[in-house]
């Protein structure tokens, strides 16, 4: 539960970095489709998945980190609550993956890939703040 919870952590961060819109504005559709063009092949090669799975996990973390976005931005909530929100997004995230279906095998490393991601983003920010 620790792992996928720091995954979709990292996966906030994936989201949050996408986030840029191009001139003009953008839309959630936009961002999707961004997450997936610069995600979905590395996706397919590191955890083994088919392009169909890899569209699907897409989705599946990208609405769980807008249900997570919108969940942490709630100012009405306490940190106990927020929390337990976010636990039950994940589990509902976990639950759809097996329904995909993957195997537990293919989850462990669609988890793996998106740690990977997320330690990849953060050591960015960490080089990117030290040279300010």
Same mark, same amino acid.
């Given at each position: 539960m620790k792992k996928m919870f720091a995954f979709l952590l990292g996966f906030t961060a994936i989201v949050f970095s996408l986030q840029a819109q191009p001139p003009g504005g953008g839309n959630m559709?936009?961002?999707?489709?961004?997450?997936?063009?610069?995600?979905?092949?590395?996706?397919?090669k590191q955890a083994s998945v088919s392009d169909a799975?890899?569209?699907?996990?897409l989705d599946i973390y990208f609405q769980s980190q807008m249900e997570t976005r919108k969940l942490r931005m709630d100012q009405s909530?306490?940190?106990?609550? %927020?929390?337990?929100?976010?636990? +039950?997004?994940? $589990?509902?995230?976990? !639950?759809q993956l097996k329904a995909v279906p993957l195997?537990?095998? %293919?989850?462990?490393?669609?988890? +793996?890939?998106? $740690?990977?991601?997320? !330690?990849?983003?953060?050591?960015?920010?960490?080089n990117r703040g030290g040279n300010n």
């Open positions: 559709d936009d961002m999707r489709a961004r997450m997936k063009e610069r995600i979905k092949p590395m996706l397919i799975e890899a569209d699907k996990v909530l306490s940190e106990e609550d %927020k929390t337990k929100k976010t636990k +039950a997004i994940t $589990e509902d995230a976990e !639950k195997t537990d095998e %293919k989850i462990v490393l669609v988890n +793996a890939f998106f $740690e990977e991601v997320r !330690k990849r983003q953060q050591k960015m920010r960490e």
